[in-house]
């Protein structure tokens, strides 16, 4: 003997049993149910697809263009460098670090530009004073 949970099939002898008789999934005698599904209690995530780039360079110009979807929203737009470590910083550790590193090694090239022109400008202060 069958529980009625279980489903029945048909014996031997060729007599079908009550697995039968219910209407198959696919049926087009089966009646339609309306609403959710008994025991679903998950809601639709509406995804909203948005990529942004940030990208700079060696002189330490930044510029970010972000996308929906297919569409541009902004492009070519300029951000400093300041703006995109923190903004980094805000997301996670595993951007901050290496974002940090290549700022960092922008912000040592644009301090070693400065010293060279600075000892250039003095130079050319002695070149002028032994001028007047």
Not at 123 to 131: F, N
């Amino acid at each position: 003997m069958t529980t009625p949970d279980e489903p029945q099939t048909v014996d031997p002898a060729g007599t079908p049993s009550a697995a039968a008789d219910t209407p198959a999934a696919g049926d087009a005698a089966a009646p339609r149910r309306r609403g959710r599904p008994k025991g679903s209690t998950a809601r639709r995530t509406r995804v909203i697809e948005l990529t942004l780039t940030v990208s700079g360079s060696a002189d330490g110009e930044w510029q970010a263009d972000l996308k929906r979807g297919a569409d541009w929203v902004v492009r070519a737009l300029p951000v400093t460098a300041a703006a995109v470590t923190r903004a980094a910083a805000e997301l996670h550790a595993d951007l901050a670090e290496p974002i940090e590193e290549v700022v960092g090694a922008a912000r040592a090239e644009r301090e070693a530009r400065v010293a060279a022109l600075e000892a250039e400008l003095e130079q050319a202060r002695k070149a002028l004073a032994e001028l007047a």
